[in-house]
């Protein structure tokens, strides 16, 4: 488990992480997102001890990284695949790193094998493609079977392939109760391998939720139901949005195809469908109308981000221009 309290970072007058507070469980592929320069990758840094926090503080499995004896078996990370000599081969770089905690051969070769960098292990990582040193450095997250798994924008450079076998292999260190925290800036892949989110802007806390939640509360998501006699599942539904703050109940309006139909926003489209049966209402359509992870955190980003493009609406195509 990652926790972070009160966690602050400053470089001169500089704020890039402004009082973080956080919990990161295990069993769960959390994605860390944010936009350029909102503090992810200093966050990641302090976690790890790289960075020292200007005030709070941040524990791995309640103490600091650098206080465990041996790190690399408590928490592996890739943040910068690049950090390798570039004439050491893969194979040497794990193996130099295997030393440092009376990590076995055996090991390292098991997680060449498993990264599939097995026919390219004695090539000096210099050599490497992007695609291949991220798999590199991911073999060296991996190295020690930590309990604890940062991962900074570990797509990036992989083919379809190799993105295909990240995802299953994030799923599956989850899977075993390891925690699991990804930063990326593809919102695709987060969507479909994240079941929670951790979400900054300028160093600040925007949202720590779950994908389901997030999407469900995000601007645009609501649930459409029609029926033949919506009025006992209106009041049924009415009353349980006065417990919840996000939720509201749009009056029951009359369908083109046929009785009523109305929109629920703020409630799992299940609430809606155990309500309904609680009260005995027949229902012809019950449809979950959720923005896509990207459209729903451009929505919440939208004004911590630095650096916008310009809008290209009446731009010529570039093949008429001069």
Not at 31 to 40: S, V
Not at 170 to 196: P, Q
Request: hydrophobic fraction near 40%; include cysteine.
């Amino acid at each position: 488990m990652i926790e972070a309290t009160g966690l602050t970072k400053r470089y001169g007058d500089t704020l890039a992480v402004d009082d973080l507070s956080f919990s990161i469980r295990p069993g769960h592929v959390t994605g860390f997102l944010g936009p350029n320069g909102a503090g992810k990758s200093t966050t990641m840094r302090l976690v790890l001890g790289l960075d020292r926090p200007t005030s709070g503080e941040v524990t791995v499995d309640g103490r600091p990284y650098t206080a465990h004896r041996d790190p690399l078996r408590r928490v592996g990370a890739l943040l910068d695949a690049r950090g390798v000599h570039p004439a050491r081969s893969g194979c040497d770089h794990l193996l130099a790193l295997a030393r440092t905690h009376g990590i076995g051969r055996s090991r390292v070769e098991e997680v060449v094998d498993l990264v599939g960098l097995t026919d390219v292990a004695s090539r000096p990582a210099g050599r490497y493609s992007l695609g291949m040193g991220q798999r590199l450095g991911i073999a060296a997250a991996l190295l020690g079977d930590p309990g604890t798994i940062l991962l900074d924008e570990p797509v990036n450079g992989l083919d379809p392939d190799g993105v295909i076998w990240i995802r299953g292999l994030l799923r599956r260190l989850a899977d075993e109760g390891r925690t699991v925290l990804v930063s990326s800036h593809l919102m695709g892949e987060m969507a479909m391998v994240a079941s929670h989110l951790l979400i900054i802007g300028r160093g600040r806390l925007l949202a720590d939720t779950t994908v389901d939640e997030f999407l469900r509360t995000a601007a645009g998501g609501r649930v459409e139901v029609r029926g033949p006699d919506l009025g006992r599942l209106h009041a049924a539904l009415t009353d349980e949005a006065t417990r919840s703050p996000a939720a509201h109940v749009d009056p029951p309006q009359p369908h083109a195809r046929g009785g009523s139909s109305m929109e629920v926003r703020g409630l799992a489209v299940e609430a809606v469908g155990e309500l309904a049966a609680r009260h005995a209402t027949v229902l012809h359509e019950l449809v979950d109308h959720r923005p896509t992870l990207e459209h729903a955190y451009l929505d919440l980003t939208g004004d911590e981000v630095d650096y916008h493009g310009h809008d290209l609406t009446g731009v010529p195509d570039l093949e008429t221009l001069p």
